[in-house]
DNA sequence: TATTGTTATACTCTATAACTATA
DNA sequence: TATAGTTATAGAGTATAACAATA
């Protein structure tokens, strides 16, 4: 029978984490938009746009992946592509005007249940919890780069 | 342009549960399983069995979509159905004696892993982050029943 | 030759709703 | 009537690999 001291934290950090994606999985579809679409979105949102490649890496979604939202959001006219100026191969994303507004509509909403979420957290306990979160993650990618 | 003290740990937990599920998905995938599969397989691990509307329950899995991952695994013979004794609408799902035993490969290599990335901590930080973690969920989940 | 993004394939998950069989 | 699962449908994400255009 497993038991670990550590395997309620890492309980804790899945549902802490799917709780939160609840909610903003439902905000998001009821805008029509899915996960991955919105992560787009908010990726792009308060920037100038951005390459595809820039994109990938940011949002975690494969290049091949990519493609396909970005048509979704191009056929919903919420963001565009321009063939990049330094290199043709390139091609950069920004956000349409209908995109800012969502953009804009939608985030503020996001914030108000994110910060109420928080609303009990002191600066300290946030500092706190955030550098532990910290730890944890780069505890995560080291083992990834050096399986010992 | 936004700036909210809670941006980063916000960000932090996503970061860190993407980079969790980033390795755990890959260790997944290399079994040929995916990850609903996979919470089923962890689910059933460890227990006799149970019943449809349970597993949905605590792998936040809708019905419509249990039922092609079950099929899915039975058809690799690591799980099983059984008609329920007590009620023949329900249905009985439990691990094969071949499930058991991938469960049995797998988790232990899964537990490493974590139990490298959290060995660091002492066990004062793990109640420390449990605790916070608990508090931010609970608030999360508050404001989904009360939105005020 | 290497890189950027697209295309193609095959599979899986998702939400939703209608349906069957029990209760 | 209500509930437990299944089936059906349509859409979307995923991994992977081959491909075109450009560097």
Redo the contacts between chains.
């Keep these: 029978?497993?038991k670990?001291?550590?395997?309620?934290?890492?309980r804790?950090?899945?549902?802490?984490?799917?709780?939160?994606e609840?909610?903003s999985g439902r905000h998001i579809r009821s805008l029509g938009l899915t996960s991955a679409q919105f992560d787009i979105i908010a990726t792009l949102g308060?920037t100038p746009g951005m390459c595809c490649g820039e994109l990938g890496e940011k949002t975690?979604i494969t290049k091949g992946t990519l493609t396909g939202v970005i048509d979704r959001l191009e056929s919903k006219a919420l963001v565009e592509r321009e063939t990049a100026l330094h290199d043709r191969r390139s091609v950069f994303v920004k956000l349409t005007p209908a995109g800012e507004q969502l953009f804009e509509q939608v985030?503020p909403a996001h914030?108000a249940?994110?910060?109420?979420?928080?609303?009990?957290?002191t600066?300290d306990?946030?500092s706190?919890?955030?550098n532990?979160?910290?730890?944890?993650?780069e505890?995560?990618?080291q083992?990834?780069k050096d399986p010992s």
């Design positions: 029978m497993v670990e001291r550590f395997l309620p934290v890492l804790e950090l899945a549902r802490c984490y799917q709780a939160f609840l909610h308060n975690l985030f914030l249940f994110i910060r109420q979420g928080f609303a009990s957290f600066d306990e946030l706190a919890i955030q532990m979160l910290i730890r944890l993650r505890a995560f990618i083992e990834e």
